[in-house]
């Protein structure tokens, strides 16, 4: 009979808890909250026969009330101060984290998976939650010029719709791009001097989409 593979469950600053120990070492309530929504950490307990604790857990969900405090409590561990993550916002996270890792396996970006907007929504509910570093995904956006100092970096084939009618300064702004392509509706000029790895060659280039003439950063 072939063993089961038991996977480790990876909790504070990525480190891999095998263990009831290394849980308490490595005790993270956000990565526990995220395992007990998925279901990894009833499952975790179970293939290393911690049996009081798995039926603790197994017992538990998602409304009932002081979450926090009943975790912690199963895992004997101290109930920190800091206000509990929202169960709601935990399983977003884990939803964009899934999708972006059709488009890249860089853990960084991973990291960041809350900080990402696969559509124009979500990026405006970001925005309202004062998110200025925002990952934009495979899709076409419209950045507001209104919301100033904001970085938005591309993850395959983000595209900035730019709909003015007049001239614009990102640099002005304060507002950076980083692999994205630029799509004129209008013949203006934008300044994006502080950007990189945008779409064109030097400093001034031609965006098919409208006559759009464009002053990006010197190459390097």
Known sequence: MAKKMKFPLILKDGQQARTMEELREYFDLEKIYGNFISGRLA???EDRYYEEEAKQ???????VQELKR???QIFAVECPQEEAPHLEDVKERRRKRELLKQYTDDEEVLKKA???????????????????EIYLCDNRFTVPVKVRD??????????????????????DLGIVFENVDFSCLHDIRIQAGRSKEVSGDGITIKIEEGNCETAIHEKR
Request: hydrophobic share 35%; glycine share 8%; aromatic share 8%.
């Open 57 to 63: 857990v197994q017992e538990l969900n998602l409304q």
């Open 150 to 171: 904001c970085k938005y970096i591309g993850v395959c084939g983000a595209v900035i719709e730019v709909r003015s009618k007049e001239d614009v300064s990102f640099d």
């Open 114 to 132: 809350g900080q990402s907007a696969f559509n124009q929504e979500e990026l405006s509910d970001l925005l309202d939650e004062g998110v200025r």
């Open 70 to 72: 009943k975790l912690c």
């Open 43 to 45: 499952e975790w307990l």
